[in-house]
C-alpha cells in the first residue's frame, strides 16, 4: 500500500532509519532488557517528534499549491486529521489540518487564511483516506471542501476487531509499541501562533495512522471481517457531506433540566438558553464559556426579578457574566410574560418510549426487547465486538416495540435495512431475532 518503509512492531528486530526519532536509551540501564514474563507487556517506546521532523503550518494559497503537488505526486493512503476547539469555539471548525502521505511527507495546513482546500481535495480524489473515529472529523474537512471518496477509520476498524482500548494512543501503544502523548487533546487549536509543542503533537497524530491502517486490516482480514468493515466505511462516506441533524428544541438537553419542574420554570430556561446562544454565536465562543448550564437551571429555579438577586446565583457572579446582567434579566421579564398557550409542551416523542418504562405500559413488548437484546448480546460476543457496534441499540428498541405484522427474516431484514442497519448486521442477526420476536 506504501512505499515508505513501515515502522516498526514492538517484536520486531531494531533497524536502522526506518522509523521515528525515538527517545535514546537509558545509558544507566546496565546492559540489554532483562527477560520478562509473557504475560508482563513490554514497556513502549516515546514518540516525540516526527521522522521528517515537524513541519510549519501552510498558510498561502502559493505554499497551498506546492503541498497539493506534493501530495498529488505521492503514493499509498493519505492520513488525515483535523483539530478543531471544542469547549473554546461556538463552531466546530477545523483549525488546522494535518497530513501525511508516503512520498510526500506530513503537511500541516492552517485553514483560516485559506479560502478552502478544495484543489487538495482534488488531488487525492482517488485516494483512500485514513482518520482515527472519522465522523468527528468528516464535518468540519467537508466545510473546507475536503470529502473522501474511500476512507479506513482506524477506530471502527478497532471496534469491529474486537480491541477493548480503541483510542489512538492506546491502538500505537498496544500495536506498534510507540507510546504518544495525548494531553493537548483539548487544547484551544483556535490559538494563535500554535505553539511548537501542539505542532509536533499534531503531526504526531497522523504519523503512525497508514502503519496502524495496515495492522488493522490484517486483523480484520483474519477475522473475516474485511467485508464488514468496507460497508462502515463506505456508510461513513456516505454522509461525509450530510448535514448534520437539527435537533428540535435544543434547550431541552440543558444538563440538570430534569431538575425544572412546571411549564412555567421551563419557558425560563428555554429563554436564557436562546438567549445565551445569541451571545455565544456572536463571540464565536462555546456555550457553556458563555454561561453555565447549572447557572441556567438555578436561575430558572428561583426566577430572580433584579440584577442583585441575578448576581447572587452560583454561575452569575463571574465579570463577563455580569456585564451581560441586562441579557438575562430581559430573557426572565420575556418568559414570565408569555401567555400560558405559549408555553413549552412535551413534544410527542418520534419512536418507541425510554426502555424503562416498558414494562409499565406494555408489558409484551418489554418481554420482546428482553428477548432480543440476548440475541444482540450473543451473537456480539461469538463474533467477538461490541454490541453495539453490530447494530445499533435504537434499532432493536423501534424493532421490538413495532415489529412486522407478518414476522419472518425477510421482513425483518427489511424493517432494520429501513431503519439504517448494514447488509453484515442483517445477515448476523434477522434469522434469529425472527426467531424469538413473536410471543
Known sequence: MTDEAPLRRRDSPDTAGDGPHLVPPDPTSGG??????????????????????????????????EIVARMAAGSGPVAVDAERASGYRYTQRAYLVQLRRA?????????????????????????????????QDLPCLAELGMRPRRLFDTELAARLAGFERVGLAALTEQL?????????????WSTRPLPESWLTYAALDV????????????????????????????????????????????WRRTS???????????????????????????????????????AIVAAAESDPKDERTLLGIPGFGGRSVRRLARIWLDALDQARDLPDDALPVNQ????????????????????????????????????????E??????????LAWSPPNEITPRTVGDTLLGFGARNWQVVLLADDLARVLPE
Open 256 to 294: 440538570g433540566i430534569h431538575r425544572v419542574r412546571g411549564a412555567r420554570a421551563q419557558s425560563r430556561v428555554r429563554a436564557l438558553w436562546y438567549a445565551r446562544d445569541g451571545v455565544a454565536a456572536r463571540r464565536d465562543s462555546a456555550p457553556g464559556r458563555v454561561l453555565p448550564d447549572a
Open 176 to 188: 506498534l509499541g510507540f507510546s504518544l502523548e495525548k494531553h493537548h487533546s483539548a487544547a484551544d
Open 32 to 65: 540489554p532488557e532483562e527477560e520478562r514474563p509473557e504475560d508482563q507487556p513490554r514497556p513502549s517506546t516515546p514518540l516525540t517528534a516526527p521522522r521528517d521532523g515537524t513541519p510549519r503550518p501552510v498558510e498561502g494559497a502559493t505554499e497551498l499549491a
Open 207 to 250: 504519523e503512525l495512522l497508514t502503519d496502524l491502517r495496515d495492522m488493522l486490516a490484517d486483523e480484520l482480514d483474519r477475522q473475516g471481517k474485511t467485508a464488514w468493515a468496507a460497508e462502515e466505511f463506505a456508510a461513513l462516506v456516505a454522509g461525509a457531506d450530510r448535514p448534520p441533524r437539527v435537533r428540535p428544541d435544543p
Open 389 to 398: 457496534n453490530l447494530i445499533s441499540p435504537d434499532f432493536i428498541r423501534r
Open 103 to 135: 512520498g510526500a511527507g506530513t503537511v500541516l495546513i492552517d485553514p483560516l487564511p485559506l479560502d478552502d482546500l478544495r484543489t487538495l481535495d482534488a488531488a487525492l480524489a482517488d485516494t483512500e483516506w485514513v482518520l482515527h473515529a472519522a465522523s
Open 348 to 387: 410527542p416523542v418520534d419512536g418507541p418510549p425510554p426502555p424503562h418504562r416498558w414494562a409499565e405500559r406494555d408489558p409484551v413488548a418489554a418481554a420482546r426487547l428482553a428477548r432480543c437484546r440476548q440475541i444482540v448480546v450473543g451473537t456480539a460476543e461469538k463474533h467477538n465486538l461490541p454490541p
